[in-house]
């Protein structure tokens, strides 16, 4: 029977609008939303039924039957996994307090579902990816519009400039966003682009910045006194909204263009002649303050000056500037409910909330369990349940993350891949893939927001469960009854539809259901009570940072310089590679097998690397080393190396994956307690490697 | 005279490949054939900025194109819109077609053991639609182009 089904794509997280015909269980089309993307979808997007054909992802429950890690499984009933977790999990619970468990998920807008299941279990240690990706950016935007990092959505298209820091925007690929950027460079904006190599973002842009791997921050700096000294400033919003101003001026004295200039390696003309522009730019200039800014020590701080430069820019709630999303309430609208624990008032065994006080409590800092677990202050960690989160792709050093999490009775993957946690763990419970799984109704907030829904397409083609049936049911078996009292996920849609006055009918003409018709914005003279800081104004000096002995306004600090023989070493994005979920994807290994070492023509020169040559990138100590070929370029650092995040697997049962290249977190090594004490991110930049040619590269070779 | 071509914006394109896959996800291809591909041109300066052009090449469609009288089998046809396509019943997977063609376009389907190549998606053309690659370019760089003849 042929069907067309409006969902929400999963490839990424990015979570793109799809519709999807099917004949007999089998997807024939698949394309953007029409009425959002126009048909748009990336290689990714259109590589999700070979997902779902793959028989190299888990088909049914697994579980562990030999040492960690020795890939040794028992293919297993539902009942029989589910049995062997809540024997675990009770057993931990009444041996060591239910706060002993840990549920990690990526984060995203189901999260609600994870996060109430392991409150209402007791625990108050929900968690997530971020401190591998946005916390920096999270609390700096936190830290001064007392809004978290999702409290903006950018009106791209009708900007005149975008400035971005190292944010490779067409690689990591959210398509809505990336046609809002090409269409305002048709209409002639322009775009900065600033990062230690030229990337497919910086392609596109009417100036490219190369600067020194680690000084972000110095540009910014460099640019907040040029902004000041010739006062291209938004004076009447700074005087009604801001405060610290005048700490700001003061401090930024000292950072002169010159000086900037000189300390990122770029011409100071470029830097005098970028603040001409904004003045004619203003107020529809965008400052992008950071996707995934787990980079350097300073990130936090660097991200922190692009938001004071977006606050100097005036360009809240303007055409082209930085929009508050708006939500339900915004357009007389009753949000939909979700299902909510709350947490158990019981300290986190990271320490966010009561050792870390100027962090979000939300989902705290994931590698802070580790110390918990060594030491077992304030308490044991003893299972950590893995919700479609890898943390030995997404942590540095998993080798050392394994003698950790040894000291846990119990480890579960739930994922639709092979997660290399997974692959360690006791228990794989498999997920449906994203088209054939339904999920929560949730909210996307904007100008114009909307109620989403992913829907699944198929029926799962294996033995496996969407999440929401999976938490249900093992809550069933922990006496946890009532915590998800549906039988079908269309009970649950209806019940949080309730509020709403809508019905699940009014999905069915777009696959969305539109709040607005036209943008809802707020009066840019009225936006008292927008910004959630102690004082109520943008704060540029922040209270919470100095009660944790933090400066908010911290002098830069020039980044060491890599050791002899060594490179900083440099991870990023793909368009066609979501980090590690689609190396073994069959159509997307195809396009891209393996990853290259990015190394400057220079640099290669002096050791005698050209373009193509296999090379050898080890870890600091050579503990972890690997062979990929080499791409010589121009346009990198000459102090860094780049190369694509996801790879150097270790999974034999993803025969495509498996050995391909090489993991930029083993070479981590040693760098789990490497983070950012202002910002949480872990310094996932601050890492060396040794690179050399490759000994394969021989020019004979015998047969006998 | 052709009636269609398929034309890239290189200002929009973003070199990243979802063509390919749009094109491989809708005709059910396994791995090796691949019917259209994006070309990254070696980055070159122009003013200060590091330039890459990309270029899409699917099969030109040729006025007169060499595969059509080689197929021993006829199952090469020509349209009278232009659009070259190989009917898959008559197919005898020789590959004649891919040594006649002087860009070497058609390519052998490891599954069906037949040559396949690109051909606008006509089926969803003669529905009224346009080709995969294009109907879901990421960036709307791809266009499906009618051309009139004046």
Known sequence: MKKSVYSICGMCTVRCPIRVETEDNKVTWIEGNQNLLGGALCAKGSAGPALVADKERPQQPLIRDGARGSGRWKEVSWPTAYDYITDKLQKIKSEYGPESVVLSSRGGPWQSMYKSFIHAFGSPNYTNHDNTCGRNTHHASLSINGVGRKGFVYDIKNANHLILFGRNMFSSLRIAENLQTLDMLDNGGKLTYVDVRQTITGLKSTRFLQVRPGTDYALALGMIHEIISREVYDAEFIERYVSGFDELREFVKQYTTAWAAKECGVREKAIKNFVSELKEDMPKVIFHPGWNLARYKDSFYASRAIHILNVLMGSIEQKGGLIIPKGPGDCGVKGIQNIDYSKPDIKRGDGVGWKYNHFDKGPGLAHLFFSAMESEDPYPIKAWIAMRHDPFCCMPDPRKQEKYFEKCDLLVSIDAHYSEFGWFSDVILPESTYLERDNAICVQKGPKPRFGRRQKALEPVNDTKPSWQIFKELADRLDMKDFFPFDTMEDYWKWQLEPTGFTLKDFEEKGFIPLSDKPVMYDPKELDGQFKTPSGKIEIISKKLSDAGLPSLKEYESPIRPPKGMFRLIVGRTAVHTHGHTINNPLLNELMPENSLWINVKAANKLGIKDGDLVEVASESESYAGTIPAHVVDYIHQEAVYMLHGFGREIPLQTRACHAGVSDQKLMENKLDDWDKAGGGINLAEVFVVVRPSIRNSARRVEL | ?150
Request: proline content about 7%; some cysteine; aromatic content about 6%.
């Open chain 2, 1 to 150: 005279m052709n009636k269609y071509m398929i034309y890239l914006n290189g200002k929009r394109c973003i070199g990243c490949h979802g063509c390919e896959i749009h094109c491989k996800s809708n005709k059910n291809l396994p791995v090796g054939p691949q019917l259209c591909e994006i070309n990254h041109s070696v980055m070159v300066k122009v003013r200060s900025v590091p330039k890459t052009e990309f270029a899409f090449r699917s099969c030109y469609h040729c006025e007169e194109p060499f595969c059509v009288p080689v197929c021993p089998t006829s199952a090469v046809v020509k349209r009278e819109d232009g659009i070259v396509y190989i009917d898959q019943e008559k197919c005898i997977g020789c590959m004649a077609c891919a040594g006649a063609c002087p860009w070497t376009i058609p390519q052998l389907n490891p599954e069906t053991k037949k040559a396949i190549k690109c051909d606008y998606c006509m089926d969803r053309v003669d529905a009224g639609l346009k080709p995969a690659c294009v109907t879901k370019c990421t960036t709307h760089a791809l266009k499906f182009v009618e051309m009139v003849e004046k």
